[in-house]
């Protein structure tokens, strides 16, 4: 049997370089048989603050100044290993960041004689609990809440993915930044949201629980939206009234998802839920669902807070996993703004495994 690897670049143990820069972070990170190896990020919060959101194209220039820096410290950092591949955001998300990160990594792959992979942001964040040291097994269940995106989603293994249910309006993470808006809290509004909740009482308000009692996964969030608004036109303002109202907010977004990730569990019977995304830093999401799946006997993992927001580490991290999809060659600096999650597939060729020290254990 010729079990001759056919291209170089996978005879060596493999070190993937991982870069993201589809929106207002822009990160670099190293993935190696031996887990993450190092992981830098710079996030450009300060930079669009005084807008009230991302500019796009402030977002661009500033990915241009940053990446390569990033890229640098993260290869100094990890004892300057050799790259077997380099894996970037490809989509979806700013198209003009997007390509920032497309081009660094073509012309970085061209200079070093890597092969270059474009990868799913969002796989990156469905596979992010795998970084961590107690990792779910497939299947799981994803519950994935950013600031576009609002998913449930069942993991049935690398690539195979199939929506339960998503957001018909508002991704929860944009309720979270417009609420933060109209009781005038700065950008980005979600976690000064959650702080000022903290001061408040989530029983003040009765906002609603928008399609909890609705049958099915999907979700909305605009008429909360509209009920917080109206109620802030309608109060008497003052710092503990605001917290009262961003409390009950963050309650009548908590047992919404807590409601239909528990769903989810019973109607698909995977007893993994996994969440991801920025809202998934939320402490009081966390707490909820941890009580949840307690109750209902169902585990649920998270991972840290910097792996729940945008990251390298999780592109890396689905670049290693997607190795068999790595081709030799000199790779088009390609990016897409639009790329539904349903469109990816398992990896093309199994991936030669290795044993934590790099050596091959198979072909
Ligand atoms: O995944 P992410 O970093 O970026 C993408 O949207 O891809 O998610 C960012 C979103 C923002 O809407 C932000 O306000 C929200 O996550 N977020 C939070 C918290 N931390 C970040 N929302 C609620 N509570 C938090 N602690
Ligand atoms: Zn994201």
């Known amino acids: 049997m010729d079990d001759t690897p056919k291209h170089a670049f996978l005879q060596r143990p493999p070190v993937i370089l991982g870069i993201e820069s589809s929106c207002d972070e822009s990160a670099a990170a190293l993935y190696g048989a031996s887990g993450l190896m190092a992981h830098a990020l710079y996030s450009q919060v300060d930079l669009h603050a005084g807008y009230g959101g991302v500019v796009p194209e402030l977002a661009s220039r500033d990915h241009i100044r940053k990446l390569l820096p990033l890229i640098e410290r993260v290869r100094a950092e990890a004892g300057d290993p050799a790259l077997t591949g380099i894996a970037y955001t490809r989509g979806p998300g700013l198209i003009g960041a997007l390509l920032v990160g497309a081009s660094v990594s073509a012309g970085l792959g061209m200079s070093l004689g890597v092969p270059v992979l474009g990868v799913h942001h969002m796989e990156g964040h469905l596979l992010s609990p795998l970084l961590e040291a ?12 950013s600031g576009g995106h609002t998913l449930l989603v069942a993991v049935e293994g690398l690539g195979r993915y199939r929506t339960l249910g998503r957001s018909l309006d ?3 993470g944009e309720a979270f930044d417009k609420t933060a808006k109209i009781l005038g809290l700065g950008y980005p509004g979600g976690p000064a949201l959650a702080a000022l909740a903290a001061d408040g009482d989530p029983r003040a308000y009765d906002f609603p ?4 009692a609705r049958p099915g996964l999907d979700f909305s969030f605009s008429g909360l939206k509209t009920a917080v608004m109206l109620t802030v ?21 908590v047992d919404t998802l807590v409601a239909k990730c528990a769903r989810a569990i019973r109607a698909t ?3 993994r839920l996994v969440v991801a995304g920025g809202v998934g830093a939320n402490a009081a999401l966390r707490a909820a669902l941890a009580r949840r799946a307690a109750r209902d006997g169902f585990t649920v993992h998270f991972p840290r807070q910097a792996f729940c927001t945008d990251n390298a580490a999780m592109i890396a991290l689905t670049g290693y996993l997607r190795r068999g999809d790595f081709r030799p060659g000199i790779a088009p600096a390609e990016a897409v703004a639009r790329w539904p999650l349903e469109d990816l597939r398992p990896p093309e060729a199994a991936p030669i ?3 934590r020290a790099g050596t091959a254990e198979s072909f």
């Open 209 to 212: 629980r928008p399609m909890r």
């Open 134 to 145: 107690d990792p779910p097994a497939f299947p799981y269940v994803a519950l994935l809440v």
């Open 233 to 253: 036109k309608h109060s008497e303002r003052s710092p503990a009234v605001d917290a009262d109202i961003a409390a009950s907010f963050q309650q009548a977004v």
């Open 353 to 355: 495994a290795y044993d």
């Open 269 to 271: 019977g995977i007893e």
């Open 170 to 172: 508002d991704a929860v």
